[in-house]
C-alpha cells in the first residue's frame, strides 16, 4: 500500500488517479488500485518498503514533475493500524477521528506527547506506524488540531480519516485473500 502525502489538495500537485495506477503497472507491480483522489495506491509487488518507497518517489516525481513523499505500509501494517481505531471512534456530524500514518523518522511513541493538541478535548493514541485521534466536533476550535500544520512533525506524517483507513484495511485484507475489488482472483496487496 503506497500512501501519498499532500496530493490532490488544492489547485497544486495534482496528480490523476488513472496516471498513477498506470504508473505504477509500468513499475511493473501486479494488482494496482487506487481508492479515492487522496493518493492511495494499492499494489503488490516484492521489496522492502524503504527501497519501494524510494523507487515510487523518484517515478512520481519523473511522470508528474514535483516531488510527493510516498510512504509504503505492508498487509499487515495497515490492518493492525486499524484494528487499534477504537469501534466507537467515527467520522460523522458529531465526531472527528484522524489517522495520521507515521513515516519512519516519526514512528515513535514519543511521538503522541510533541502533538500540539489539547489533551482535555482530544483523545490520541500511538499504535505502530500511526497516531490516531477523536474529538467531539463541537470542541474542535478548542482542540488546536490546527497548529498541527505548523509543527515540526508534520512533514512526516499523511492523513486519512478513520473511514478511508478502514476502507483501505479492508481493501488490503481483501487483497491478502486473492480477491480485487471485483471480486476476482489476484496477487496479495503490498
Do not use: Q
Given at each position: 500500500m503506497a500512501l501519498l502525502r499532500?496530493?490532490?489538495?488544492?489547485?497544486?500537485?495534482k496528480v490523476d488517479m488513472?496516471?498513477?495506477?498506470?504508473?505504477?503497472e509500468r513499475l511493473g507491480f501486479g494488482g494496482v488500485s487506487t481508492y479515492i483522489n487522496s493518493g492511495n495506491v494499492l499494489f503488490s509487488g516484492a521489496g522492502r518498503p524503504a527501497a519501494l518507497r524510494v523507487?515510487?518517489?523518484a517515478a512520481i516525481k519523473a511522470e508528474?514533475?514535483?516531488e510527493v513523499a510516498v510512504l509504503v505500509k505492508t498487509r499487515a501494517q495497515m490492518r493492525g493500524i486499524a484494528r487499534a481505531i477504537p469501534a466507537g471512534w467515527r467520522n460523522d456530524d458529531k465526531q472527528r477521528t484522524d489517522v495520521a500514518y507515521l513515516f519512519e523518522e516519526?514512528?515513535?511513541?514519543?511521538?503522541?506527547?510533541?502533538?500540539?493538541?489539547?489533551?482535555?478535548?482530544?483523545?490520541?493514541?500511538?499504535?505502530?506506524?500511526a497516531?490516531?485521534?477523536?474529538?467531539?466536533?463541537?470542541?474542535?476550535?478548542?482542540?488546536?488540531?490546527?497548529?498541527l500544520i505548523g509543527s515540526e512533525l508534520y512533514g512526516a506524517m499523511t492523513l486519512r480519516n478513520?473511514?478511508?483507513?478502514?476502507?483501505?484495511?479492508?481493501?488490503v485484507a481483501g487483497a491478502a485473500a486473492g480477491r480485487d475489488?471485483?471480486?476476482?482472483?489476484?496477487?496479495?496487496?503490498?
Open positions: 499532500g496530493v490532490n489538495v488544492g489547485t497544486a500537485r488513472r496516471r498513477l495506477r498506470a504508473l505504477f523507487k515510487i518517489e508528474f514533475w514535483f516519526a514512528d515513535a511513541a514519543a511521538t503522541l506527547a510533541k502533538l500540539p493538541f489539547n489533551r482535555e478535548v482530544v483523545g490520541a493514541r500511538y499504535v505502530k506506524g497516531v490516531i485521534w477523536n474529538l467531539d466536533r463541537k470542541n474542535y476550535s478548542r482542540s488546536r488540531l490546527n497548529k478513520v473511514n478511508t483507513a478502514r476502507v483501505l484495511a479492508g481493501r475489488r471485483n471480486g476476482r482472483g489476484s496477487a496479495p496487496a503490498r
